[in-house]
Each structure stands twice: as structure tokens, then as C-alpha cells.
């Protein structure tokens, strides 16, 4: 295993964006989807960089590949996906809602319309039917129920390629598809969610599955009150359609679910709690074994009865895949301008450490750059009143506002929702800072569950 190699494929899986198809199937098979999609509503929440496009993503493929076999094997259809991205769009209009339906049917009507277009790639049923299929069987999704009719006793397609190829290009169901789009296309300027609703039922797909990514641009007065038609009022008319959508927590599109007829999917776990620590724990080895294709055990200290490096990313990324990659690579990178031999190097916990350190460094760095010079000057402050993580303010700062909204980055998060005035500093600045995290054993720079326990104390921060 080369070095460079790895710091090169960490610094590729950061982003999904330039992904090929093969390399897309590898990543998202390591977040297994554990819901069926065809029986609910969902809310997929979770902190930037915790895998919601990834989820979703995964999601629509596997259900795609069901889709075209049920097609080919003419068999009742169990879900038509639909996958709209709206988070490169912007609703900062001066009618949100009425653009949010705008763009919603026409990202729906493109989607609709691009599904056929696949058969034109090359080796489409191999990408789009057999490696989605895959991941349903070794993963033990719940949508391997609706796959069993697929294959044969020796584990094949019971059907062929060009068997496969032949019925869904040249079947009735895409003359379907094909009216489905125009029926959208007319549908743009028009207002009213049952005329969608409708269209689907007319021609026999009575049960789309709409996933959505992301909502986290809307506010809470639109989602819910819209002028034109609120955006929950969209989601829940359409009588025959479930709907997937993403957000994230404590961010402005995060509505009191409770109220909500959604069941919650949460993505980012409490590395704190001991069973969601060691929950972290496998699925970010099981990541990056997966990224790298190599044994984590082969370039790092990992042993799960004692303090090692994993356990370090955990705490460190907070069980953000995008984070524990960005740390990870900060290690390898440093670390390369030391090894003699690039195919032999080995990350302990000194250097992870300095990996953190420096993490919590940026992170330092890009809250003052965010804040104006008496902000600063507060948030400076309060850093160095913390002797725990935790903090409790006397009243809400305006500083607070400026570095909670990008959760997996910014150095102080919210711990606890009820109070909106209990934070935690980031792990990786109180490393930099050396600010206590854990206590007990020989000292409060001890940072392990095994020789410690996490320091649940917090301290109240008076400005002068």
C-alpha cells in the first residue's frame, strides 16, 4: 500500500460530485439502507458530511434497479424512484413556495424523462441492475424481499442482459415513462399537488417514491406557511406518493418532527454513548477499508480493548465520514514527508494527535475569519473560560449563530436542543487547546474511554 495512493483516494471519496458509476456502487455501499422505502415517509437527518446524499443516493439506485427488473419481468411495479436535488438551487425569491413547486415538478419531469436515457450508457445493465441487486443481498437491506423473484437457485438473473435490455427499451412501460414527462411538461404552470398526484395514477405508476435532497435552504415559515402552497402541505397531498427528504438538525429546515407525519432516519450518532460509539466505530472502519481496499489494522494502531487511532478519528470527526477522511488524509500527509519508504508507513497515535491538532487549528482559524473584530473577541474569550467542553451562556450570543449552521465543521455545536444554550466546543479544538474532555485516570489530557470517562460538567461563561 503506497502512501501517496491513499492520501489521493481519500482526498477523491470527499466529494461525490466527480464520482464515476463504479466508484459511486463503492462508496454507497458502505451505509446499508435500513428502511423500505415503499411502506413510509421519511426524514433522513444528519450533520454535513454524514452521508444523506450518499443514503439517499444509494437509496434511489437500488430502487431503480427494482423498478427495471419488475419492467422486464412484467411483474406488478413496486415503486417508481424519483430523485430531485434541489440543493444547488436557490429559494431566496420573493415567492419561495411558488418556486419550490416550479422547480420541484421540473426536477421531477427531468428525472422522469433521464430514466429511460440510461439504456443508452454502455454496460447499463451491469451498472444500473446487477451492482444495485448486489448490494441489496450483502448488505441485508429490507428491499431484498422484493428481489428474491430475480434470480435463479444458482444466484443468476433470470433474465439476460440483452433479455432485460430488450424488454424495458422496447416495452410498454416506457412508452409510459415517455407520456409521464409530457404530462409534467404541461404540468410546470399549473398549481394544485393532485394533478400530480393524478398523473401518476393514470398510467398505472400509483406509487412514486420521491427523494428529495436537500430542504435545509427553507425556512420554517415557508416549509409550513407558504404564501402559494407550503412545502409540507406538497409533500403530504399527493395520497398515492412517498416521500424521502433530508435535513439537517438544528439547521433551519429541522421542524419539530414530532408533529410531522415522517419517520426520522438519523444519520449522525453520539460518539459519547457507549453502544453509538462503538456503532461509529465499525461503520467508519468499514468505510475506509472499504475506500482504501486494505486492512486499517496494516497502517494504523487499531485495537478496540485500548486507546487507539480509530478511536481518535471517532471522537474527532464526531462519526462524520466526510471529516474522518479530511483528518485522516491531514495524517498521511504529514506523515509522508517523514517515511523513507512510501509502501511502508504506519499512523500511531502521536500522529494523529498532530493530525487533530491542526484540524482544530482550521477550524479556529475560519470562526475568527467569519466574525466581526468585537465578535472575535467574545467567541476568543469564552474559548479560554472553557476548562471543560461544555459551556453555558448566559444569554444567547450572536456569535453562537455564526458557528453552528455547518455542523461537521464549525467549532462550537449545540449538545442539547431543549435548553439552546448548553454547547460543546468542537473535540478537535479543545485537542488544539488542550481544554479536558475526559477525566480520570492519570490525567485530564487523558482522551480515551478505556483509562477515562467523558466529562459531562459544563461551565458558565460571564463576559465582563
Keep these: 500500500m503506497n502512501i501517496n495512493h491513499v492520501i489521493s483516494t481519500l482526498n477523491f471519496y470527499k466529494t461525490t460530485e466527480s464520482f464515476n458509476d463504479d466508484e459511486l456502487f463503492s462508496y454507497y455501499q ?5 428502511i423500505n422505502p415503499y411502506l413510509g415517509n421519511y426524514v433522513v437527518s444528519g450533520i454535513r458530511g454524514s452521508g444523506k446524499t450518499m443514503f439517499l443516493k444509494s437509496m434511489y439506485y437500488q430502487m ?93 438473473l433470470v433474465l439476460s442482459c440483452d433479455e432485460i435490455r430488450s424488454s424495458i427499451s422496447g416495452g410498454p412501460i416506457r412508452t409510459k415513462i415517455e407520456e409521464l414527462g409530457v404530462k409534467f411538461s404541461n404540468l410546470i404552470d399549473c398549481s394544485g399537488f393532485p394533478m400530480l398526484d393524478s398523473a ?40 398515492n406518493q412517498k416521500t424521502i ?20 432516519v438519523p444519520l449522525s450518532r453520539d460518539v459519547r454513548n457507549p453502544q453509538e460509539y462503538l456503532q461509529t466505530r465499525e461503520f467508519l472502519s468499514n468505510m475506509l477499508e472499504k475506500l482504501i481496499n486494505a486492512n486499517l ?31 485522516l488524509e491531514k495524517a498521511l500527509a504529514k506523515l509522508s514527508l517523514d517515511v523513507a519508504d512510501p509502501e511502508n508507513f504506519y499512523i500511531n497515535r502521536a500522529c494523529i494527535d498532530e493530525a487533530i491538532k491542526d484540524h482544530g487549528y482550521e477550524l479556529y482559524l475560519r470562526a475568527c475569519a467569519l466574525l466581526s473584530p468585537p465578535l472575535r473577541e467574545r ?51 479543545c485537542v488544539y487547546f488542550d481544554i479536558p ?13 478505556h483509562k477515562a470517562k467523558w466529562i459531562d460538567t459544563v461551565v458558565n461563561i460571564h463576559h465582563a
Design 437 to 449: 474532555t475526559h477525566q480520570g485516570g492519570d490525567s485530564n489530557s487523558v482522551r480515551s474511554i
Design 245 to 264: 427528504y433530508s435535513i439537517i438538525p438544528f439547521h433551519k429546515s429541522d421542524q419539530p418532527l414530532q408533529n410531522v407525519p415522517f419517520s426520522l
Design 64 to 156: 431503480l434497479a427494482i423498478f427495471f427488473m419488475q419492467c422486464a419481468l412484467q411483474q406488478p411495479i413496486e415503486g417508481f424512484p424519483i430523485l430531485v436535488k434541489l440543493a444547488n438551487n436557490d429559494f431566496s425569491g420573493s415567492e419561495p413556495s411558488r418556486q419550490w413547486f416550479t422547480e420541484y415538478l421540473s426536477a421531477i419531469r427531468n428525472s422522469v424523462v433521464q430514466i429511460m436515457d440510461l439504456s443508452l450508457k454502455p454496460n447499463w445493465i451491469e451498472i444500473y441492475i446487477k451492482k444495485p441487486l448486489e448490494i441489496i443481498a450483502s448488505t441485508g437491506s429490507p428491499l431484498h424481499q422484493y428481489t428474491k423473484s430475480f434470480f435463479d437457485s444458482q444466484g443468476e
Design 30 to 34: 458502505v451505509r446499508p439502507i435500513n
Design 379 to 429: 467567541f476568543k474569550e469564552a474559548i479560554h473560560s472553557c476548562q471543560v467542553q461544555g459551556f453555558i451562556l448566559p444569554e444567547e450570543e450572536e456569535w453562537i449563530e455564526y458557528l453552528t449552521v455547518d455542523k461537521d465543521r464549525d467549532p462550537a455545536v449545540l449538545m442539547d436542543v431543549r435548553f439552546r444554550k448548553k454547547y460543546s466546543l468542537h473535540y478537535a479544538l
Design 200 to 239: 401518476f395514477g393514470q398510467l398505472g405508476l400509483t406509487k412514486p417514491v420521491v427523494i428529495i435532497d436537500d430542504m435545509s435552504m427553507f425556512s420554517p415559515e415557508t416549509f409550513y406557511n407558504g404564501p402559494f402552497d407550503s412545502i409540507f402541505n406538497s409533500l403530504t397531498k399527493c395520497t
Design 297 to 327: 489494522a496494516d497502517i494504523m494502531e487499531v485495537d478496540e480493548s485500548k486507546p487507539d487511532v480509530l478511536e481518535q478519528l471517532v471522537y474527532a470527526s464526531n462519526g462524520i465520514p466526510r471529516t474522518c477522511m479530511v483528518i
